[in-house]
């Protein structure tokens, strides 16, 4: 999967002369599917915001953006900590975000150019692990697809997807939906059901953006259609991508998911988390110690920020808006999708080592693969 896309979440603009010395452009998301219009980022407090306004979204992507954030930071004289915190505090559910600062911050690097050649090399390394992501998914996925329907057929591969996993919201190609654009240049004959993912409509804005500028097939339901598409046969495998992944195995995602996840279980269709290593956060022992972060009311009463006549419900209703949900282990029935391979999880007929040991395992044999 060679393709370019014809646009980018984010890029590192290098300055042509003394007087300008480089920025972070970045696409503003809030305006898509309508409007391609890039933002010119050239101080921290302002990358801050763009994470935080969600002009940028998406784990790794935030990750990505934040870490140029840092060196903006530096560059504008500001002190390591305080660049760190604001940052760091802009979307707290991610942990891709928190890895790429705590990352930098180590390195104790004052030269803001040195810091920025590092911030590159980590870009570029992202880009890899989303390649290797949607190799392996679509590999597994595919073997699974054959085992099924027989090796060769052309039956149509349903495919659920929750949120947006692209190019949008990584440094590469995506992760599930990276998985889904290797897939169908494996299998023609695939067809994306795409949850619409409220309050932000990341599914319907997003995906159905990207989907269509990559010439997948796809159909939008609002979310709550997802389990009646799994009862009537319309749905193989589900595939989403995670905000961050508890040492058990509870994984972070858009909020919506874990309902396709309990589901999918209900109807025997697998269900696959798509995720770079980075995303798996081992010192967070279970689903329960992950901090889910809690959204404005505006999203889910206001979202056009129109007139009240235009409001989605009376003006003082009360709100309970979090980002994200936990889908607990046993639930990821086909496994977490990484750039290092699959790990299956536990569940209560087949018991399975440990996330920790698995990674390590896969990690050992991807090194020992690429060495030789
Ligand atoms: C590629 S990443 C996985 C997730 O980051 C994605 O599905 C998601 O939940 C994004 O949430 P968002 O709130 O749009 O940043």
Redesign the pocket.
Known sequence: MGAVDPYYAFKWVDGSDLECAGYLSVLDQRLLPHKLHYLDLTEYCQVADAIRD?VV????AIGAVAAYGYVLGLRQGESADQVYRTLCASRPT?VNLQWALDRLRALHEPDWKRLLAHVHGMVAHEREVNKRIAENGAKEILAYWNKRSGKGSSRTLHVLHH???GTL??AGG??ALGVIRSLHALHKNLVVHVNETRP?L?GARLTCWELSQWGIPHELSVDAVAPLLMAQGRVDIVT????RIAADGSTA??VGTYMCAVSAQYHNVPFFVCAPCNTIDLKTPTGAEILIEQRSATEVLNPLEGPPETWFAPQQTSVYNP??DITPPELITGGIVTEVGIIRLRTSDDPAPSIAEQLQRLELGHAHHTAI
Do not use: E
Request: glycine share 14%; aromatic share 4%.
């Open positions: 969600m979204r998406g784990a790794p991610a949120c947006n996993t919201a990584t995506g992760t932000r990341q989403v991508g995670a905000d995602n858009k980002a994200f």
